[in-house]
């Protein structure tokens, strides 16, 4: 779109005076964005699919070093002739005071007897102004068929936010100029499984995160940086009794579920005895526990009138999505449609989705992972960022499948956006 307002103009006018990519960084980019292959035959012979050179090696090694370009090489003992893959990788730079973070999508071709070739485009600019403000150009992208449907002949123009611009660099080139304010926040070069907008954003617009980047919170502070620092108030009391005593939260969400179990039971929050348990998720089992037995005291009538409340909430905020569910063959994946599955979910895995009304938060969806009828972990998606926050198994473990799960769920994340629009 046209900018409109001083700030996209001045930023607009920026972009285009970005300078391209150098040699060396595109030369970078190609030497650590991907893997580099030797095709082994069964002969023994190798070829090396970065200069097109061959030998014969018989060791059967997984790895090695190709004798002419030097190139690290992963060996596939495979007949297959041509590869290709694809990355994006990240340059910060600093043009007009601004943050700036160019994404370049990279494609590299390979094909034994020939020597590899890699072409580049940069899809997304990212600008940050000192506060935290942001501005995204891009090119244009259909996100209904994959991660490549980019398209490279649409211009660099200022566009709405996507969650399809939030992205995850395989790497970061190591030459990075940084805003002064960025410089004072205790960026150490590490990202802590953010994306690079994702943290710069944050510690720009927010004090908070900058507290829990130089106390070495990290921790929390990708559960908060997920979560929009939402409700952050609720827990900066008890943070900062955690911070003076020099305990680091490891698990953020595993803590933040045991502190509003403890305002549940009207516990002292700057206590350090009770915010920072030596052994928290044992502590948290514990109240997990207390107050699901708090729960069955309660009058069965009530408790009936509240699951009734709860049901008719529920459907209000969710039913749009009941019926969605999915599989990779193995795991099955399935909206939890009521308030009584959600509380059997947690009965049945031992964790605190239901006691802490999980199936009750507007930007929350609640799934279960299961392989015929065993249960294996609950998933919870955000509504607003199309991601997973958390999937628990019993006992909040994860399972073997965790992973795999997880993988699924973003698999089909597509299902949820068509649900949410209709």
């Given amino acids: 779109m046209k900018p409109k307002t001083k700030f996209q103009k001045q930023v607009f006018e920026a972009s285009e005076k970005l300078p391209p990519l150098t040699e060396k960084q595109l030369k970078w980019a190609y030497q650590n964005c991907f893997e580099h292959i030797g095709r082994r035959l069964k002969s023994g012979l190798i070829t090396c699919l970065d200069c097109s050179h061959s030998w014969t090696d018989k060791t059967k090694e997984k790895y090695c070093t190709c004798p002419h370009c030097s190139a690290k090489l992963v060996i596939y003992d495979t007949k297959k002739y041509v590869f290709y893959d694809f990355q994006y990788f990240c340059i910060l730079t600093v043009f007009g005071g601004f943050q700036v973070l160019r994404f370049f999508f990279v494609n590299k071709k390979s094909k034994a007897g020939e020597k590899a070739t890699c072409s580049y485009s940069e899809v997304v600019q990212r600008w940050v102004a000192s506060d935290g ?15 490549t449907n980019w398209n490279f002949s649409s211009p660099l123009e200022i566009r ?35 994306t690079p907008f994702e943290l710069f954003q944050s510690l720009l617009s927010s004090s908070r995160a900058e507290t829990l980047l130089k106390t070495k919170q990290t921790g929390l502070l990708h559960h908060f940086v997920n979560r929009n620092f939402k409700n952050i108030d609720d827990y900066w009391a008890s943070i900062k009794i955690c911070i003076r005593n ?3 939260i490891s698990d953020a969400s595993i803590w933040c579920d045991y502190i509003d179990l ?23 089992d514990k109240y997990v526990v207390k107050k699901r037995e708090w729960q069955k005291r309660q009058k069965k009538e009530q408790i009936k009138i509240k699951a009734l ?37 947690g009965d049945a895995l031992h964790h605190c989705v239901f006691a802490n009304e999980y199936h009750l938060k507007p930007d929350t969806l609640l799934f279960s992972a299961y392989i015929g009828d065993k249960r294996l972990e609950t998933v919870e998606l955000s509504l607003s960022q199309f991601k997973v926050l958390q999937s628990r198994g019993a006992c909040n473990k994860n399972t073997e499948y965790h992973d795999r799960i997880i993988e699924l769920v973003n698999k089909n994340v597509s299902i949820i956006q068509k649900r949410l629009v209709a």
């Fill in 133 to 147: 403000k942001h501005i995204t150009i891009a090119r244009l992208r259909n996100t209904a068929f994959g991660a």
């Fill in 160 to 194: 709405p936010e996507r969650h399809v611009h939030n992205i995850t660099p395989v790497c970061v080139f190591p030459r990075m100029q940084l805003i002064s304010e960025l410089k004072r926040s205790g960026f150490d070069g590490n990202f802590h499984s953010l």
């Fill in 309 to 345: 409340e709860d049901n008719r909430k529920f459907k209000e905020m969710k039913s749009h999505f009941f019926g969605v569910k999915f599989t990779d063959g193995l795991i099955n994946v399935r909206v939890l449609e009521s308030a009584e599955e959600v509380m059997q979910e």
């Fill in 246 to 248: 020099g305990y680091n």
């Fill in 262 to 284: 403890l305002r549940f039971f009207d516990k002292d929050l700057h206590n350090a005895k009770y915010v920072c348990p030596a052994d928290l998720k044992t502590e948290h």
